[in-house]
């Protein structure tokens, strides 16, 4: 299959199931891309199955199933990419995070930046540089070059909005450019000079925050446009549904948005900016912990439009602003962390973020790229910048440190805080916070795994498999069951490869291989493992135990790990699987069984889970 182009393989099945309009929702499992459709009869299935990469197609549980193999995840995500449906989280497998909301959010968020941090990265790093030629005078900020330049670098955060609401647009599977026409409106410039005053629709009064760089409010307002154009698909006739939908959502998410997100942010924002205000003036060393600690927290929901106001209403009135002191040590306690995970990730990939994103926080206090895209997917390095933050901001404002000029927390920003307070107090609690955000992460902080297993997750070609013999164990104790007899189309017709099932008697899932795991669905069913030979093997556990979403498994590995022969995959609740009405049967089979010599079940009766079950001739 290493010849298939998956984009037009992707085209080709959206085409051949009757387009997108009668795609009621997708989802993908190990090795089939599920369809949901609104019609059956407008699909073409003989065209499908004959469409190079598929190798069949079938109808189960309302479902219209194209079994791809172990492409499937290529296949999906290529799909989303020319349809609203498919993409890389959103399938059974990517279930929602496990955990508290925090965690679930953090998820959320993550993916929802993920597209857009290459860029986001850039943008940092060309701000750090801009802002370090107009510190040293290189450029002047009235020069038309520097004009021109601030707007190439600063373009992607103040518009964020519109650039979150095409990722967010396809996580919450509604339209991209419905979810961009939303964003634009937060951002438009007449809603921008509103920000801060009191304005009306329809006769109710709400106040009026600014939208450019925020996060929240688009993904909020995307994820109900979801829920709303779902709706209006279904209740509106076809003869104007197609026009109508994207009119109605616009003319009630954005009102909507503006009625309720803002206010809320607002009122939200000022009680934050009065407690802190009282806070500095009866225990300024709290207040320092509090700014420092979660300043950074306050930037994600768009909390702290409430204290910039105050911060430069200070500098204004009287000259200086305390506030902003202990912002020093959350940014640079946040950056110290990105640069250790820089040093001490085994991933390449997020190395390669982590470095600039550090660069650019220390330098010039934007830490956006390495908010979303380090610290807070990893969620330590969050937490240790946050513990950093805390303990430096509440030592900068014990020193009385302040600053005479509105600048974004960085070493550039310095000469800001040498005048008002003690300046040496204020690089002892920076100092600290670097020291403790540094040191945690890069002793306690996630290692992550080599980016280098994602190659060896691939399919191999015949050249890659090794010459001899392996054994494959069975995986589970229990009986065995031919093929054949699997009561499942795909499995039993063996166009997934050799094989065998076993009906157990026990609820853990072992390796049958020493390996990489290269496929680990999130939902703990199915796990494929690549040998050191070359040999790739299927576990999966249940028939279309999919439909669960990963309500009684828990798997033990994740994609990337290496397992000896022997080592737990997932514990299972087999008690769960039956009582929602499915077969627990483990299914393993040799998924590139074409490029073997042989593949012969040897597993027969009765078998403990260690012994051999398959013998494969390379």
């Not at 190798?55 to 290529?74: D, F, L, R, S």
């Not at 009065?274 to 930037?299: E, H, K, N, R």
């Amino acid at each position: 299959m290493a010849s298939v182009n998956y984009r037009t393989l992707a085209a080709d099945i959206l085409e051949g199931v009757g387009g997108e309009e009668n795609i009621v929702g997708a989802t993908h499992c190990a090795t089939r891309l599920r369809l949901t459709l609104r019609d059956d009869a407008k699909a073409n299935t003989a065209g499908v199955e004959k469409l190079p990469g598929v190798i069949t197609v079938m109808k189960a549980g309302g479902q219209y199933q194209v079994v791809i193999g172990n492409e499937v995840p290529t296949v999906f995500a290529e799909l989303g990419k020319i349809s609203r449906f498919g993409g890389e989280e959103d399938s059974a497998e990517a279930a929602p995070a496990k955990g508290n909301i925090f965690n679930r959010f953090i998820q959320m968020v993550s993916s929802i930046f993920q597209p857009i941090l290459w860029p986001l990265a850039a943008a940092g790093l060309f701000k750090a540089f801009l802002s370090l030629a107009g510190t040293f005078g290189w450029m002047s900020a009235e020069d038309s070059t520097y004009v021109i330049l601030n707007a190439s670098a600063d373009a992607l955060f103040y518009f964020l909005p519109l650039f979150l609401a095409i990722t967010a647009a396809k996580r919450f599977k509604a339209n991209q450019f419905t979810a961009m026409a939303i964003a634009g409106a937060l951002v438009y410039p007449s809603i921008v000079a509103l920000n801060g005053t009191q304005a009306n629709f329809a006769g109710i009064p709400f106040s009026v925050m600014n939208y450019t760089s925020s996060v929240i409010p688009i993904i909020v307002a995307v994820w109900l446009l979801g829920y709303l154009e779902r709706f209006l698909l279904k209740v509106l006739p076809s003869s104007i549904r197609n026009f109508m939908t994207p009119l109605l959502a616009m003319a009630i998410m954005v009102p909507l948005t503006l009625l309720t997100v803002g206010p809320a942010t607002i009122f939200l924002a000022n009680g934050l900016s009065s407690g802190i205000t009282a806070m500095f003036s009866f225990a300024p060393w709290l207040a320092g912990a509090v700014m420092g600690g979660f300043w950074q927290v306050f930037v994600v929901f768009g909390l702290h439009w409430g204290l910039v106001p105050v911060m430069l209403n200070d500098i204004a009135t009287t000259g200086s602003s305390v506030m902003m002191a202990p912002l020093l040590p959350a940014v640079l306690a946040q950056s110290a962390a990105m640069l250790a995970v820089a040093l001490r990730s085994h991933s390449a990939k997020r190395r390669e973020v982590a470095a600039p994103a550090a660069f650019s926080g220390f330098l010039a206090g934007v830490t956006e790229p390495g908010i979303y895209g380090v610290n807070l997917p990893l969620k330590k390095p969050f937490y240790f910048g946050i513990a950093g933050g805390a303990v430096g901001g509440a030592i900068a404002a014990m020193g009385g440190s302040a600053a005479n000029a509105f600048v974004f927390p960085s070493l550039i920003g310095l000469p800001a805080f040498t005048a008002i307070g003690s300046f040496t107090t204020l690089l002892l609690g920076t100092g600290v916070a670097i020291a403790i955000g540094f040191l945690l992460t890069y002793f306690f902080g996630p290692r992550e795994t080599p980016d280098t297993l994602d190659a060896d997750a691939a399919a191999p070609s015949a050249a890659t498999i090794a010459s001899g013999s392996v054994k494959v164990l069975a995986p589970v104790t229990g009986t065995a069951v031919a093929l054949s007899d699997v009561p499942d189309k795909v499995f039993a017709s063996g166009a997934m490869g050799v094989g065998l099932g076993i009906i157990p008697d026990e609820n853990t899932i072992h390796s049958p291989v020493a390996g990489t795991i290269a496929v680990a669905m999130k939902t703990g069913h199915a796990f494929g493992i690549k040998t050191d030979d070359g040999v790739e093997v299927l576990v999966h556990i249940g028939i279309d135990t999919v439909q669960m979403k990963g309500e009684g498994f828990a798997p033990a590995v994740t994609r990337g790990q290496r397992v000896e022969v022997g080592d737990l995959l997932a514990t299972v609740d087999r008690a769960k699987i039956k009582d929602a009405g499915f077969s627990d049967m483990t299914i393993m089979v040799v998924t590139n069984t074409k490029n073997l010599t042989a593949v012969v079940p040897v597993g027969q009766g009765h078998l403990n889970h260690g012994v051999p079950a398959l013998d494969i001739e390379l």
